[in-house]
């Protein structure tokens, strides 16, 4: 990204493409076949062996991949979903797309700022339907344990693995814990392509619903009638147009081969970054260094000891040329959720919202630059 | 693959298009910036509307129009029986019913205002016009039918980017209070995935913009250009956004959209003109829709289904790929949404008609081959 004068120096996420990136989106583009077709099947192929998933379906976005997941398991009007608050806005909005109500449950801690198992426990009633694990950061929620809750209960887990496309729990492949994960290639994802989603699944049964409603619940696409395998079509019921294009596929195609390597490069400096950021008095660096090895390391969260400085630090990065983000403010004290949902209380994902600060990673960031950032921190902490 | 002699339509993507896309990837910016601004400016520009806010597909741009026109649970929305399914999918995401009207009939596909008239109840709230197959509707008459009655007039023009409403040279799109368009990979104007909802209301733009992204109060481009990175959820918004790769796409071939519909016109020209006297063939539309039209598609008429179906299965062993567009109210989804004395206008339509090659780049050629089959199968 050129610097300009009101660009960040040190940008929060910075995607930089490969010669070969480029020529896989050109020769799709120069094939004129830009609808779903060969690429997406070879990339849902793909991306479904590097899970060990049974099936995975390319979508427009992981939020119409929550959406599609939440509706696949049964979620309608009347029901309730068990999300964290302390994830971005889609996780939860995708259940009011279905007529449901988000039921917010606490994070364990600021050290480990994941749904607490005890807690969703707790707000299981008889009309929740699903249980929504977010693996924040790319660090591994406890999918087993809300596994075993969930199925002891006959809910559904979904896993929304936006942040996690390559990570681990118990050595089994994040998303592929519960009946569906959600994963996202956003444009600053550790996997991105722009606007992007996928959802994977072992169901037979989720995989055909989910590739029914992408396309509108239509028995057959453009590809299936220009290969004259079909003539016609039903619309069995309300889908939608969540569709991936081929020119979009052909870059995740290409950008997945580099995948292990760039996350094997994201583990090292997120090593390298926490030993930094172990020598600041005054801010938590949530996870231990034991996670990283099965983490995907999409980004680098701290969070200020004190309350109340957040915004403080933050413009003191800004005037020195270090962008940060806040991941996530609490969806509840959002005003569109204070309006429907005003009773919510979460004191730790409220004070982790209140006190959280995410700063500039990615895979070629330098050693240089990872100095200034953690110098740069330490004294507008100490301030 | 299979290999038709004459595929329903083709894309030629030029060098320079693909150029502007790689400049975009080269960038390293690839979600709602510059180039998508960019976009939407000539967008504007080009239909003719003060606001263009792109989004991910034309049902999304259906969808958000429905929500900031305000539809919602308890509403009723006429929509045309015979039409692609988004139009009629869009009023159910927002909890509206889409109740089916008529269309005029095999010889044009378009909304009959009449029958849309006699629809209407207290509960209604918008007519979703279809600018079908490229043919502009009868959207100054819906116009005035919405105004009398204070009903939203809602335009897709998912297949009609270009078509022209009058002879002034205004276009479809600048008539009702929302126009949805879309530039899937078979449109005239295409991306892949895509779509665009115009709006001459400020508000409604703002609306839209909001919606198709979270209704964050900011976006990942402003924090990056330095904004604050604090932000609030305003309401409940989806992720419809278009990124940059597929603006830049966009803006490179929209330099050459006019071109293009001419080149569609020309080509349905010659078809009408070889097909005028084919016994057993029908030409849909007159010689005035087809000057207004921006030609997504080319239907002809037979005598009825079972000619039509055979008709279809002659031309395609012999290379010439075609397709159909059923009426809503036949599919299984669908079943229950006609209204009991049925939808003659729809089904005729949707039960005679065959749409045959089209597309910017088919050459005189192809036309003749498409002919000849054509006349050798009603023979």
Not at chain 1, 19 to 41: H, I, M
Not at chain 1, 242 to 251: F, G, H, Q, T, V
Not at chain 1, 265 to 292: G, K, M, Q, S
Not at chain 1, 327 to 349: G, K
Request: glycine share 6%.
């Amino acid at each position: 990204m050129a610097a300009t004068h009101s660009f960040p120096q040190l940008p929060l996420f910075d995607l930089r493409l490969e010669p070969q990136d480029l020529e896989a989106v050109a020769e799709t583009l120069r094939s004129g076949w830009l609808t779903l077709g060969p690429r997406t099947a070879e990339f849902e192929q793909a991306f479904a062996a590097h899970l060990g998933a049974r099936h995975a379906i390319a979508l427009s976005s992981c939020t119409a991949a929550l959406h599609l997941a939440y509706l696949a398991a049964g979620v309608g009007p009347g029901d309730e979903v068990i999300v964290p608050s302390f994830t971005f806005a889609a996780t939860a909005a995708a259940a009011l797309y279905c007529g449901a109500t988000p039921v917010f449950a606490e994070i364990s801690s600021r050290e480990r700022p994941s749904l607490d198992p005890a807690a969703v426990e707790r707000l299981i009633t008889p009309r929740t339907k699903a249980v929504c694990v977010v693996h924040y950061a790319g660090y591994a929620g406890q999918a087993d344990v809300l596994k075993e809750l969930c199925d002891a209960n006959g809910i559904a887990l979904i896993e929304d693995v936006a942040h996690a496309p390559s990570a681990t729990l118990a050595g089994r492949k994040l998303g592929t814990w519960g009946l569906a994960g959600a994963f996202s290639f956003f444009s600053n994802k550790v996997l991105s392509v722009g606007e992007g989603g996928l959802l994977c699944t072992d169901s037979d049964e989720v995989a055909a619903f989910v590739r029914s409603r992408r396309s509108h619940a239509m028995t057959s696409g453009t590809w299936d009638r220009h290969t004259g395998r079909t003539d016609t079509y039903d619309v069995t019921g309300l889908g939608f147009n969540y569709r991936l294009d081929e020119p979009r596929a052909a870059l995740l195609l290409s950008r997945l081969q580099r995948l292990e390597a760039e996350i094997t490069r994201r583990r090292e400096l997120t090593v390298r970054y926490r030993a930094l950021l172990a020598e600041i008095e005054r801010i938590i660096v949530p996870f231990d260094d034991a996670d990283v090895p099965s983490s995907s390391c999409y980004v680098i969260p701290i969070m200020l000891e004190e309350d109340g400085r957040q915004a403080e630090v933050s413009d003191r990065l800004r005037e020195r040329g270090i962008q940060t983000s806040i991941f996530y403010p609490a969806i509840h004290r959002f005003t569109a959720y204070r309006e429907r949902f005003p009773d919510v209380s979460l004191p730790v994902t409220e004070l982790a919202s209140r006190t959280e600060l995410t700063l500039p990673f990615y895979p070629h960031m330098s050693h240089d630059d990872q100095d200034r950032v953690a110098t740069t921190l330490a004294e507008a902490v100490a301030r | 693959m299979s290999e038709w002699r004459v595929p329903l339509t083709d894309i030629a993507i030029s060098e320079q298009d693909v150029q502007a896309v790689l400049d975009c990837l080269e960038s390293g910016w690839l979600t709602m910036g510059p180039r998508t601004q960019a976009f939407e400016q000539a967008l504007a520009d080009y239909v003719g509307a003060p606001h263009a806010v792109t989004v991910s597909s034309g049902t999304a741009a259906l969808h958000l129009a429905c929500l900031a026109a305000g539809i919602g649970p308890g509403d009723e929305v006429i929509v045309p029986a015979f039409t692609f399914v988004a139009s009629a999918s869009a009023p159910r995401y927002v909890g509206a019913e889409p109740v089916l009207c008529d269309v005029r009939g095999p010889q044009n596909f378009n909304i009959d205002p009449e029958d849309a008239r006699r629809r209407i109840t207290p509960r209604t709230r918008a007519i979703v016009a279809v600018h079908f197959c490229g043919y502009p509707a009868e959207i100054l008459a819906l116009r005035e039918l919405c105004d009398e009655h204070r009903l939203v007039l809602i335009e897709d023009c998912a297949q009609a980017i270009g078509a022209h409403v009058d002879d002034s040279g205004r276009r479809v799109g600048t008539v009702g209070e929302l126009g949805a368009f879309s530039f899937f990979s078979k449109k005239q104007l295409c991306v892949g995935e895509g779509g665009m909802v115009t709006t001459a209301d400020e508000a409604l733009a703002e609306r839209v913009r909001l919606l198709r992204s979270h209704a964050l109060s900011s976006s990942t481009w402003d924090r990056h250009r330095g904004h604050d990175p604090a932000y609030d959820v305003v309401d409940i918004g989806f992720n419809f956004r278009l990124d940059e790769p597929r603006a830049a796409l966009g803006m490179s071939r929209l330099g050459r959209l006019e071109e293009g519909i001419a080149a569609r016109r020309a080509t349905v020209r010659a078809y009408r003109e070889r097909l005028a006297e084919v016994p057993g063939i029908e030409l849909a539309f007159d010689e005035a829709a087809v000057e207004r039209s921006s030609h997504f598609a080319f239907p002809v008429l037979l005598k009825d289904r079972p000619t039509r179906d055979r008709f279809r299965e002659d031309l395609k062993e012999n290379g010439i790929q075609t397709t159909w567009y059923p009426a809503l109210h036949t599919f299984s989804g669908y079943r229950g949404y006609a209204p009991p004395e049925g939808l003659p206008g729809a089904m005729a339509a949707a039960d005679r008609h065959c749409a045959l090659p089209l597309s910017a780049t088919m050459d005189m050629a192809e036309v003749d081959t498409v002919v000849e089959v054509v006349r050798a199968a009603v023979a």
